[in-house]
């Protein structure tokens, strides 16, 4: 669904009391709309108008007083409970989206159109069909519309959505043997690079870092600030230390394992974090010993 259904402005001067929440077919997330149907149960199927225009939904959230609504936008209101003849409409629509599907895929293949198809979608009232489709660059789409336009006669809205989106709309499993999270929670995507990785630890190997969508792993961006913290009680990479007369360097660490890895060019020994601590700061502990036996 558009992000845009939840700040379509209500000019009506009806007070509302209530608001809710409700999700709609091909759409993991709820969007919120104004009430005063306070009786309202989940799966209830409720008639609102959004963007796209009427639209046929589900009430994933129960009613709940609007004095606890904190946000400035105005919400748009539920039109109405579905009546037998909306959800008669409903079951129709999608029956005929899939004709329309099977009309869109024929058409842009006999254009050589290189798009992929995801679904179709009808408003309620069958004024508009959506197309929302995935492409790996810009499509010139000008003649399907027409070719669309005429077959369909309704309006047609033809949406691009990336390969994240792609993926939050099939669904799958991640590696962690899970449902992936951007169809499950995540309604946002942020940015995820290489250094978060990096930041990590992790093996560079772009396939194995990378998910359904083909983008790096969202999941990278989870345990990064945990990763930064716990990285700054370790020594830096290259850092020396004398032991028994010897001086050996810091070649690299395990954040999970708290081990440390020293290498002195001819030999490497190993070193929990605590180990290395006591030998890197001896006056830090004699310290400690001394207040441990003042109490």
Not at 14 to 19: G, L, R, W
Not at 112 to 141: G, Q
Not at 200 to 205: C, E, G, K, R, Y
Not at 238 to 267: A, H, P, R
């Amino acid at each position: 669904m558009d992000e845009n259904i939840v700040v379509i402005e209500n000019n009506a001067k009806e007070k509302y009391t209530h608001f809710t929440g409700v999700k709609f077919l091909h759409s993991s997330r709820s969007y919120y709309f104004s009430t005063n149907f306070s009786d309202l149960k989940v799966n209830d199927r409720v008639v609102v108008e959004t963007v796209r225009g009427k639209e046929l939904g589900w009430i994933s959230i129960e009613p709940i007083e609007m004095e606890k609504y904190s946000s400035p936008l105005e919400l748009a209101p539920i039109l109405r409970k579905a009546t037998e003849k909306d959800i008669s409409w409903f079951e129709q629509n999608i029956k005929d989206a899939e004709q329309a599907f099977q009309i869109f895929n024929i058409e842009s293949k006999k254009m050589n159109l290189d798009m992929h198809l995801i679904y179709a979608e009808y408003t309620l009232d069958k004024t508009k069909i959506t197309f929302t489709y995935s492409a790996d660059e810009r499509v010139d789409f000008r003649e399907l519309l027409k070719v669309l336009a005429a077959r369909l006669r309704t309006r047609i809205d033809l949406r691009q959505i990336g390969a994240r989106d792609k993926a939050k709309m099939i669904g799958g499993i991640g590696v962690c043997g899970l449902p992936i999270c951007c169809s499950t929670f995540l309604n946002e995507f942020d940015g995820i690079s290489i250094n978060r990785a990096k930041n990590q630890m992790l093996a560079i190997n772009i396939p194995k870092l990378s998910g359904h969508c083909g983008k790096l792993i969202c999941c990278l961006k989870f345990e990064d600030d945990a990763y930064t913290d716990a990285k700054a009680k370790f020594p830096a990479i290259g850092e020396s230390i004398t032991i028994d007369d010897t001086v050996f360097c810091v070649e690299s660490y395990n954040v999970i394992s708290q081990q440390i890895k020293l290498n002195n060019g001819d030999d490497s020994i190993y070193l929990s974090l605590d180990e290395y601590n006591k030998l890197k700061f001896p006056q830090k502990r004699n310290k400690q010993q001394r207040y441990d036996k003042k109490r």
